[in-house]
Nanobody, 123 residues
Framework: QEQLVESGGGSVQAGGSLRLSCAASGYMDVGSSMAWFRQAPGKEREGVALINYYGATTHADSFKGRFLISRDMAKTTLSLQMNSLKPEDTAIYYC?????????????????WGRGTQVTVSS
């Protein structure tokens, strides 16, 4: 059974850092594109960063230089290092997996989703 479980969320002051992790099991551990999305209250879900099957990464412009996506060699754990956090980064962060090895940051391309982890950044 495919499953994605996020961890590492929490509360931090502006300028601080957090590292999110996502443990994948089932289909996803064979290899696929994986990504982080986030959704703030009253806003649409937005793509943060993606890593495809071949290890190439894409970071949305808003997060370049602050966030870094990575995945372990076994392709079973996805991580997101978040630095220089801002209050506007407050959101629920979701891990997602796509069946496509070359997915983009379009949430419609992702069929497996975790339940999310809350990140709260205070000023």
């Amino acid at each position: 059974q495919e499953q994605l479980v996020e961890s590492g969320g929490g509360s931090v002051q502006a300028g601080g850092s957090l590292r999110l992790s996502c443990a994948a099991s089932g289909y996803m551990d064979v290899g696929s594109s994986m990504a982080w999305f986030r959704q703030a209250p009253g806003k649409e879900r937005e793509g943060v960063a993606l890593i495809n099957y071949y290890g190439a990464t894409t970071h949305a412009d808003s997060f370049k230089g602050r966030f870094l996506i990575s995945r372990d060699m076994a392709k079973t754990t996805l991580s997101l290092q978040m630095n220089s956090l801002k209050p506007e980064d407050t959101a629920i962060y979701y891990c997602a997996a796509s069946r496509s090895p070359l997915a983009t940051l379009n949430p419609r391309e992702f069929v497996f989703w975790g339940r999310g982890t809350q990140v709260t950044v205070s000023s």
